[in-house]
């Protein structure tokens, strides 16, 4: 296993389109988390799956965001309707069952709204 | 919200000196971590230390944590031009969801 993967690197779409990001994690890991960064500023977090449960979503994740991990193994993140201020790295990490270990990240999606 | 606050927002240091990024929080934590982020890139884990825990040890970084002033410290020993990065904390409290800093920037300038 190679680590956490996300698919795609790079995406730049038109204001209005949507989009979907696939990440997935190290295949042991049952936590997988989302996060969205902005330049200059750290990861922020959006979204949390146990397994195929989404337990937790922050407040940013507006209604145009949704997540799923249909399978408790890869997730999902789609943007419907993509404005603007959506530009940002979107980022997806797993971690193992074991409460208070370690996070491990993938090299995150750019998003560019044009 | 971001829990964490790193200082200083940037350090610029030549080669072979040491650096060290603070991080200060606001609520009680399970355990407090550090990552690197290059560029544009994703993050790498550098260290976990737990709440229970002081002053943890890995090559040649070392933190400390002090729970009472709600306070962190990454030490960077004998730095080199490949250190030259962004900085995070981020804290776990109840869920192990982490909440991050805004970061500290190195330049390790040869």
């Known amino acids: 296993d190679t680590g956490v993967s996300q698919d795609p690197r790079h995406k730049i779409t038109k204001r209005g389109q949507n989009v979907t990001f696939r990440c997935d994690p190290i295949?042991?890991?049952?936590?997988l988390y989302w996060y969205r960064q902005t330049l200059g500023q750290g990861p922020e977090f959006l979204t949390y799956?146990?397994?195929?449960?989404?337990?937790?979503k922050s407040r940013l994740l507006s209604d145009r965001f949704s997540a799923e991990r249909p399978k408790g193994s890869f997730s999902t993140l789609e943007i419907q309707r993509t404005e603007q201020g959506d530009s940002a790295m979107y980022l997806c990490?797993?971690?193992?069952?074991?409460?208070?270990?370690?996070?491990?990240f993938g090299q995150g999606t750019r998003l560019t709204v044009v | 919200s971001q829990q964490g606050e790193e200082d200083p927002q940037a350090l610029s240091i030549q080669e072979g000196e040491n650096a060290t990024m603070n991080c200060s929080y606001k609520t009680s934590i399970n355990n407090l971590q550090w990552y690197r982020q290059n560029s544009g890139r994703g993050l790498v884990h550098l260290i976990l230390i737990r709440s229970n825990e002081r002053e943890k040890h890995s090559g040649r970084l070392r933190v400390t944590l002090d729970t009472s002033k709600k306070s962190s410290s990454l030490l960077i020993t004998a730095s080199r031009a490949a250190d030259t990065a962004s900085y995070f904390c981020a804290t776990t409290s109840g869920y192990s969801t982490l909440t991050f800093g805004k970061g500290t920037m190195l330049l390790v300038s040869p």
């Open positions: 990490a797993s971690s193992s069952p074991v409460v208070g270990t370690e996070a491990f």
């Open positions: 295949s042991e890991h049952n936590r």
């Open positions: 799956f146990q397994n195929e449960a989404q337990l937790e």
